[in-house]
């Protein structure tokens, strides 16, 4: 059996490796911040400490098997359920909360190690994942702030006459229609367009102009 300053230890340091990640996210207000990654990570910890040590007491029995990596291995699959918590899909097809869930998995396996006693391999782990959460994003806004397209979501009554308002929209000189799609229900029309994010302005005009249209119920977008 480990001494009880080791699990300590090792639990400890788990909780400070996720809690250093979930800063991250909660800096950003997502749903899952820093007493979630740091429960994850502690609970995986806790998990490998037991699945190595936690059955020493039956060793040498007859007909006794013990598989160590057997109970952590159920962390690795069993994560996906909470990660899957995390992720939104939003009505305007937009999905959100990817990077959190990868995130949850990446703490799960930074307490597994850590319940191992691999504390270089761990604290390694939460360095380059705070890079890549933190240091990466500012690269991703810049380098591909061009490419990114943006959705909007424009909601009429089902009396409408949108003859003047899709003129508007393919006829600008200044916006990009990548996708266009239509949905009809009793009550409204909705149609979903997918545009490029060559200037935001140049939406935010688009966007008041389409205002003025007494016809328009709601118009929702997001990058």
Known sequence: MLPWTEILLRLCLASLFGALVGLERERKNWSAGLRTHTMVALGACLIMIVSAFGFSDVLGTPHVELDPSRVAAQVVSGIGFIGAGTILFLKQGVIRGLTTAAGLWTVAAIGLATGGGMYFAAG?????????????????????????RVNLSIITTP?????????????????????????????????????ENNDISKIENLVSELKNNSSIKEINWAK
């Open 159 to 195: 009396d409408a006459k949108d003859t003047d308002m899709l003129k508007s929209l393919f006829n600008s000189e200044h916006i990009i229609i990548h996708a266009f799609s239509f949905e009809k229900s009793d009550s409204a029309f909705t149609y979903l367009i997918e545009l």
């Open 124 to 148: 390694m782990t939460t360095l380059i994942s705070l890079i890549v959460l933190w240091g990466m994003q500012r690269f991703e806004q810049v380098y591909f702030k061009k490419s990114k």
